[in-house]
């Protein structure tokens, strides 16, 4: 494993090939409390201040509550990366876990970048338009009681299940074995988080 810098992180997306339309792609996937999101948004103030326009979507704002863990994609794909390839602004609903419903929409500009976060983001179907491919992993029960720490001991019982599904969903589809980056969503080693992240080998790689 390797420190390594966001703002060199944003060179290199920038860099690479946009493969939907004009967009260029992250995907960060994961499972539940790894870090996903604190990584994204790093990602998108360093893209930001080397003077890109970003556009990000969390998944768990289209997820339709505790039972659509994994049936979200037609919502992404016909509602933000369908237009965004067409070169038109996206929209999607947004999910309100306290009430239970979609209480609301969101417009996604079209931007330089398009940071899509959540768990599965890097499934088969995103393949083919992602320019970067991310994912963060953390141990089990740290990412439990992250979420627990997050959003209370209600949410434990689901969550466990969830994190079941999870589990058997990136057996059967091995995502971190593919992708370009794996982070560290755990690591303790002497780095600034806010502007570090911790990069580990993939396999086959050298660990240097």
Known sequence: MRVERFDNLAVAVLRAPARLGAVRVVAVDGP?????????????????????????????????????????WPRLAEGVLDPLREGRPGRHPVYDWGQGRFDATREVPVADVLIVEGTTTTR???????????FVSA??????????????????????????????YFVAHPSHDWVDVLIDGASELGHDPSNEFVRLPRPGDDDD
């Open 139 to 168: 141990p089990a029960d740290l990412r439990l009681n992250r979420v627990v720490a997050r959003d209370g001991a209600a949410v434990r019982e689901p969550l466990l299940r969830w994190m079941d599904a999870e589990a058997e």
């Open 32 to 72: 539940t409390g790894a870090g996903k999101t604190t990584f994204a948004e790093r990602l998108a103030g360093a893209l930001s201040a080397a003077g890109a326009t970003v556009s990000v979507v969390h998944t768990d704002d289209l997820l339709d509550g505790w039972g659509d863990q994994f049936t979200f």
């Open 124 to 134: 088969p179907e995103a393949r083919g338009q992602l320019s970067l491919s991310v």
